[in-house]
């Protein structure tokens, strides 16, 4: 059992489960799991470092960004080989982020318990492998619904909602 981890749909058989941790607590995963709906098994594969609550996206080409959970570190999953690779690492350490996959290919990160410094949004552009950070407001314990290719809906802290759409600016 994982506590505290990501979920992502591979393809139409097979969903990540990325970090967390034991139910009652204790040191984060290492590991990922590689689930066969079919089969209704799991295969464990290592990461590059434990994760609690990390962000885990399917990329357009069908690798998987895996980045935080307690960390500044950022992995792709490639599911053909079933092995990681490390990335660029975020400006920030986050835990509990929210991430949405844009049009161009590149990811939005928002939010999380972050340490440290400001609490910034970040995109990474996978064909570069580089983060850049957005301007704007806090967005520490921010959660964001993507609307269409260029707008999001986020909540913020104070539970307000409003329209961040800066990504693409």
């Not at 990325?18 to 799991?33: D, I, L, R």
């Not at 049009?103 to 983060?131: C, T």
Request: proline content about 8%; overall charge neutral.
């Amino acid at each position: 059992e994982r506590a505290n981890s990501a979920l992502v749909l591979v393809d139409d058989n097979r969903v990540l489960i990325v970090g967390g941790e034991p139910p009652m607590g204790s040191a984060p995963y290492a590991t990922a799991e590689l689930f066969s709906i079919d089969q209704r098994k799991g295969r464990e594969l290592p990461l590059t470092c434990p994760r609690r609550s990390p962000i885990a996206i399917r990329l357009h080409d069908g690798r998987i960004l895996i980045a935080g959970g307690g960390t500044r570190a950022a992995e792709l999953f490639d599911p053909e080989t079933n092995m990681t690779s490390h990335l660029a690492p975020m400006s920030v350490e986050r835990t509990a982020a929210d991430a949405a996959l844009l049009g161009d290919g590149r990811v939005v990160v928002i939010g999380g318990l972050m340490k440290p410094g400001p609490a910034v949004a970040e995109v990474y552009d996978p064909a570069r492998d580089v983060w850049s950070k957005l301007a704007g407001p806090p967005l520490a314990d921010a959660a964001m619904a993507q609307l269409d290719a260029t707008r999001f809906l986020r909540r913020r802290r104070e539970g307000l909602l409003d329209f961040f759409d800066r990504i693409l600016h």
